[in-house]
C-alpha cells in the first residue's frame, strides 16, 4: 500500500477526506456512522462538516493501521493499481461483409468456426475471379473443404 500523505491544507472536506483515505465518499460516510472514523467539525459561519489537520491525521492513520476511532479492527479493500486510468479498449473483431456473413453462418453450422479473414483468403485462393453467380452450396462446401485441408 502507497504511504498516504496528510493534505497541506489547514481544513478538507469530507469528499476530499475520502479521496486522501483512497476509498469512496458513501463509504466514508458508512465507516463515519460505524464510529470507524471521526466524525468531521461544522464551520461556524458555513455548518459546513469538515477535518481539521489533526482530524486528517487520525483518519489516515485508522486508514494505514487498520484500527478505527472506536477501537475496533476494520478492513479496507484495495485499490485496482491502475484505479483513475483508463481500460484498454478491446479490438472487437471486424464485421464481416454481409455476401460472407450467410458464408460464416454456412460454415458455423457444418462445425466449422472460421473467422471472416480466413474465409476471405479461401475465397481468394478458390475463386480469384469472384465467384457471383455461382451455386451458394458449391461455394460452401468447396470453402469448406479448403479450410478442413488447411487444418493441421
Known amino acids: 500500500m502507497t504511504v498516504m500523505q496528510p493534505s497541506t491544507k489547514s481544513v478538507v472536506t469530507v469528499s476530499e477526506m475520502a479521496e486522501l483515505c483512497q476509498i469512496s465518499r458513501s463509504r466514508f460516510y458508512d465507516l463515519m456512522e460505524a ?6 467539525v461544522q ?10 489537520l489533526e482530524m486528517q491525521k ?5 486508514r494505514q493501521t487498520g484500527i478505527g476511532a472506536n477501537g475496533q479492527p476494520v478492513l479496507f479493500n484495495r485499490r485496482p493499481k491502475n484505479a483513475g486510468q483508463a481500460r484498454p479498449q478491446r479490438k472487437s473483431e471486424p464485421e464481416p461483409k454481409p455476401e460472407h456473413a450467410e458464408l460464416l453462418e454456412a460454415l458455423k453450422g457444418l462445425g466449422l468456426n472460421a473467422t471472416a479473414q480466413v474465409v476471405t483468403e479461401a475465397l481468394g485462393h478458390l475463386f480469384p475471379t469472384g465467384y457471383p453467380g455461382l451455386d451458394q452450396g458449391d461455394v460452401i462446401r468447396k470453402v469448406f473443404l479448403h479450410l ?3 487444418k493441421p
Open 35 to 40: 464510529g470507524v472514523f471521526p466524525k468531521p
Open 43 to 52: 464551520h461556524p459561519s458555513s455548518k459546513r462538516p469538515m477535518f481539521d
Open 58 to 62: 487520525k483518519c489516515l492513520e485508522i
Open 148 to 150: 478442413q485441408r488447411r
